[in-house]
Structure formats: C-alpha cells, structure tokens
C-alpha cells in the first residue's frame, strides 16, 4: 500500500511538471501572437529579438505545429488525470483510516477479552492444619483483583506457591520445585534449601548445581568445604576422573593373570 501511494505522488509530480511546461509554452505563444498581429498592424514589420525570448530556442515552443503545441491549443490539459489521482489517494487514505479503526477495534477486544479472562482457581474441600490438601492457583483473576495466582495448601501448584510441596514459579515450602525456589529440599532455577538444593544456582549443606555453595558441593563451580567439580573451591577439593578412551587401532591391556594357588 505504501509503495502504491509513493508511485501515485511521483506520477502526480510528473504531471504536475508537464502542467506547468505547457502551461509556459501556452504562454510564450500567445505572445508571439501579439507580437505578430502588432507587426501586421504596424507600418513596418520588424524581426522578432529571440534574445528577448528565451522560450525561443525551445523546439516544441518554437513550432507552432507540435504536438504538445496543439494539445495546448486545443484545450487538453490532463486535469483529468490528476483529479483521477486526488481521488485515488482519497480513496487510499479511507482505506488506510478503515483499516487504523478495525485494528484499534480489534486491539480493544482482545485486551477486553483478556481482562476478562479468568485464571485457575481449584481447591479442595478438604482441610489439614487448617490448609486445604491441594490447591492450583494460575493466571489473573479480575473478579478477586489478583494479578497472580497464589496458592497456599499442603500440596500447591501456582505462580506463587506455599506449601509441603510447592511447584510454581516462586515456590516456597518444605519440597519446592520452581524457577526461584526456597525450602528444605528445592529444586529450581535458583534453588535454596536449608538440607538439599539442586539447580542452576542452588544453595544449601547438600547441594548439586551448574554454581554450587554449600557444605557438600558439587558442580561446574563449587563452593564449599568438601567440593568437587572441574573448578572447585574449598577446604577439601576433588576433581573429576578423566576419562581414558583407546584409539581405533590401540588394543586393551590384557588382563593381569593370578596364578592358581
């Protein structure tokens, strides 16, 4: 569409320019006219001064008998064309403010539609230490103005969790499992624990992670005072093994023979 209307506002500059080089060509010969119906009127007849002329040397102002000439005396000027090409661009500019209007339409009813979209909200009935047993809570809710599902029972699932078992994104409890996860034992993107982590970051005694800080550690870095991985820090340090592998041609180093007794 917007290449369509660049190539319309060219074609209109265009004729906009032919317009006015005829219009000047229409203009230079009326004068001649003059001058030549005062020289026939007159008792002598001079020769044109084509100094005094520069529209002279021009050949389609200088032939009376052009084309363009002609088109010009007879009244062809391409009005038309360019009142064809306000018209093209009117239409294009309705177009483009229809379509504006059904996208800013459409755009307020998917965000209607959104807001009232509704998150999961299920719970159970039943009650332990005055916790539901299980409940998941996700997405927003504009009925109870919740931006965020929150879930607090013994097992919970949500974007925010609370529970014995809680698995969401911010999970918190005695197992959790989550992208940011704190408890006894976690499991998560950045896990803390106050016995077991595992995770990319994971902090705690015992604690298995890409960066590990804890008592026992083990990872890519760990930190702690028994560590072990490919770049450990701590009091007692461990690498790993390398692994021997045989070339193609190498053959196994037979095995060593007890003799019998």
Do not use: K
Not at 11 to 17: G, K, V
Request: some cysteine.
């Amino acid at each position: 569409m917007t290449d369509r209307v660049a190539e319309l506002e060219r074609r209109q500059a265009q004729l906009e320019a032919e317009l006015a080089d005829l219009r000047q060509q229409l203009h230079s010969r009326r004068g001649r006219r003059r001058r030549a119906a005062a020289g026939r009127s007159a008792p002598t007849h001079t020769a044109p001064d084509d100094t005094a002329n520069p529209d002279s040397a021009n050949p389609d102002t200088a032939n009376p008998g052009s084309a363009r000439t002609r088109r010009v005396a007879e009244g062809a000027v391409p009005d038309g064309r360019r009142q064809r090409i306000t018209e093209r661009r009117q239409r294009l500019a309705a177009r483009r403010a229809e379509r504006h209007s059904e996208h800013q339409a459409r755009r307020a009813a998917r965000l209607a539609r959104r807001r009232q979209r509704r998150g999961v909200r299920w719970r159970s009935t039943r009650e332990v230490w005055g916790l539901p047993l299980w409940e998941i809570a996700c997405g927003p809710d504009a009925q109870l103005g919740e931006s965020h599902g929150h879930a607090q029972a013994i097992l919970a699932v949500g974007d925010r969790a609370d529970g014995v078992v809680a698995i969401g994104g911010i999970a918190r409890g005695g197992l959790a499992i989550g992208g940011l996860s704190f408890g006894v034992c976690s499991v998560g993107g950045l896990a803390g624990g106050l016995l077991a982590a595992l995770g990319g970051v994971a902090l705690a005694p015992f604690v298995l992670g890409g960066v590990a800080i804890g008592g026992a550690a083990m990872g890519g870095v760990a930190v702690g005072i028994r560590a072990h991985g490919p770049a450990p820090v701590g009091v007692h340090v461990s690498y790993p093994e390398p692994r021997q592998r045989a070339g193609r041609g190498a053959r196994a180093a037979p095995a060593e023979r007890v003799p019998p007794d």
